[in-house]
């Protein structure tokens, strides 16, 4: 059993930053890919950012790339996303995703809102 916790939202001013946690228990061995994904309301829920537990390799959204770094500590089965510059457009509910062996999992989402 994989359990996903994050931390780390809330409210911010537009042009402000936000860093978010995710940290993984349970069965955390053999997790390839960690992610963040967002879902702003009435919209469809989106790939944010990516990272590879080996090697470091990341993939980002054209609408955060040169804003937010995802990073992770594979000793502490966490992944970070560290937003700046962040714009009204950013505010939705953000949710850690791991992939482990094939096998998809998720956090419970944590609200991330940007006032203008």
């Known amino acids: 059993q994989v359990q996903l916790v994050e931390s780390g939202g809330g409210l911010v001013q537009g042009g402000g930053s936000r860093r978010l946690s995710c940290t993984v228990s349970g069965s955390a061995s053999g997790i390839n890919v960690m992610a963040w994904y967002r879902q702003a309301p009435r919209k469809q829920r989106e790939l944010v950012a990516e990272i590879t537990t080996s090697g470091g390799i990341t993939t980002y959204a054209d609408s955060v790339k040169g804003r937010f770094t995802i990073s992770r500590d594979n000793a502490k089965n966490t992944v970070y996303l560290e937003m700046n510059s962040l714009q009204p457009e950013d505010t939705a509910v953000y949710y850690c995703?791991?992939?482990?062996?094939?096998?998809?999992?998720w956090g419970q989402g944590t609200q991330v809102t940007v006032s203008s």
């Open positions: 995703n791991v992939n482990r062996m094939g096998a998809r999992y």
